[in-house]
């Protein structure tokens, strides 16, 4: 069983950055896309971020586009989300999530998710 663990998370003021962390144990996930969904509090999560398996590939919704960068290092099992530009509706948690394939990431391909790391955004 595959455990996703972030970290990076914080309070900041809007314009700053973080850089969030999820490295994986218990498995390898260099050849699954993974992703970065967020939940803010009322609303659905949603996916902000995703890469493919066993190459750099990327999509990104279109809140976040040319703000956040998602990146791989399959060395170190890990995935890292670099979110520049920050804005108070960037705030929530942000969960790191593992894809059964290595092409598509959606709630029903999901095989692993971390436990989450908060993010929020002061104006």
């Known amino acids: 069983q595959v455990q996703l663990v972030e970290s990076g998370g914080g309070l900041v003021q809007a314009g700053d950055s973080l850089k969030l962390s999820c490295v994986a144990s218990?498995?390898?996930?260099?050849?699954?896309?993974m992703g970065w969904y967020r939940q803010a509090p009322g609303k659905q999560r949603e996916l902000v971020a995703f890469i493919f398996g066993g190459g750099s590939q990327t999509n990104y919704a279109d809140s976040v586009r040319g703000r956040f960068t998602i990146s791989r290092d399959n060395a170190e099992n890990t995935v890292f989300l670099q979110m520049n530009s920050l804005k108070p509706e960037d705030t929530a948690v942000y969960y790191c999530?593992?894809?059964?394939?290595?092409?598509?990431?959606?709630?029903?391909?999901?095989?692993?998710w971390g436990q989450g790391t908060q993010v929020t955004v002061s104006s």
């Open positions: 999530a593992r894809s059964r394939t290595n092409w598509r990431i959606s709630l029903d391909l999901i095989t692993s």
């Open positions: 218990g498995g390898f996930v260099s050849t699954n896309a």
